[in-house]
């Protein structure tokens, strides 16, 4: 069981909007520890997609965004598409654990 | 560019220990710290534990309590996770992550390949 809960799967049609929630608490998400998502292709390593709640690195596409308010945060894809195929984890730190966090992860399929 | 060049894969019986090593590339290696997480297969990931390769000093998850170590050589700019007591739990494609700083926020921002450690009698 991880901290951070996040539901198993979402779907949607190529160009629909999909979004992930992050449900943390009171030690972790909730404490204003911030949240970043991570994106696992089929047998690749996780890339940093989102950090710093709503930040994305050079080269990752605006059809994503994050959001955090209280103690959940969201990953919007928007504009899907084939490539976007994957795992998608969101990740804080937990003062109760004195540790980094990840949620279990969500496989987001494209019909 | 920024590069972290993982071990081998790994098979070991239970009860060993095994050794990943993880180089580092690209940028000042003591300025950035090095996170390890793993993934058991079909799993989830799992942060282990954090290293500072500018002193060496470390965290560990509590479940690693004991049983990892991570240390780290500045003149080859590699750092080394060792898990020892395996079992067949430990089976998992282990990660090195680099620990970066932006926005008031601590985040891994670079990954290796992931190192394959197979746990088997």
């Known amino acids: 069981q991880s901290v951070l809960t996040q539901p198993p799967s979402v779907s949607g049609a190529p160009g629909q909007r999909v979004t992930i929630s992050c449900t943390g608490s009171s030690s972790n998400i909730g404490a204003g520890y911030d949240v970043h998502w991570y994106q696992q292709l089929p047998g690749t390593a996780p890339k940093l997609l989102i950090y710093?709640?709503?930040n994305r690195p050079s080269g990752v596409p605006d059809r994503f965004s994050g959001s955090k308010s209280g103690t959940s945060a969201s990953l919007a894809i928007t504009g899907l598409q084939a490539e976007d195929e994957a795992d998608y984890y969101c990740?804080?730190?937990?003062?109760?654990?004195?540790?980094?966090?990840f949620g279990i992860g969500t496989k987001v399929t494209v019909l | 560019q920024v590069q972290l060049v993982q071990s081998g894969a790994e098979v070991k019986k239970p009860g060993a220990s095994v050794k990943v090593s993880c180089k580092a590339s690209?940028?000042?290696?003591?300025?950035?710290?090095m996170h390890w997480v793993r993934q058991a297969p079909g799993q989830g990931l799992e942060w282990m534990g954090i290293i500072n390769p500018s002193g060496g000093s470390t965290s560990y998850a509590q479940k690693f309590q004991g049983r990892v170590t991570m240390t780290r050589d500045t003149s080859t700019t590699t750092v080394y996770m060792e898990l020892s007591s395996l079992r067949s739990e430990d089976t998992a494609v282990y990660y090195c992550a680099r620990g970066s700083y932006g926005s008031g926020s601590y985040y891994m921002d670079v990954w290796g390949k992931g190192t394959t450690v197979t746990v088997s009698s």
């Open positions: 710093g709640n709503s």
């Open positions: 690209g940028y000042t290696f003591t300025s950035y710290y």
């Open positions: 990740q804080s730190y937990d003062s109760s654990l004195s540790g980094y966090v």
